[in-house]
């Protein structure tokens, strides 16, 4: 089985949420743009939650076309 759109949705998700990650903790030990911690905060716990959702969602997508490949056979 190929990959699919969910599945390169999810990584690009992880991708960003890990970005986002980074740049608050190097923001955060560098101790520059302080006005900023929160906002770089926020945004990689919200996008490491979306793509927790994503990553499920990919799951079922993965296992309805797996089920329907099985069914065929």
Excluded at 40 to 45: D, E, G, N, Q, V
């Amino acid at each position: 089985m190929g990959a699919r759109m969910s599945g390169k949705v999810k990584t690009v998700a992880y991708i960003v949420a890990c970005s986002t990650a980074m740049v608050y903790v190097s923001l955060s030990r560098l101790n520059i743009l302080e006005f900023l911690h929160p906002v770089f905060r926020i945004a990689s716990l919200a996008v490491f939650a979306a793509s927790v959702a994503i990553s499920v969602l990919s799951f079922f997508d993965y296992f309805k076309v797996y089920k329907a490949s099985k069914d065929k056979a």
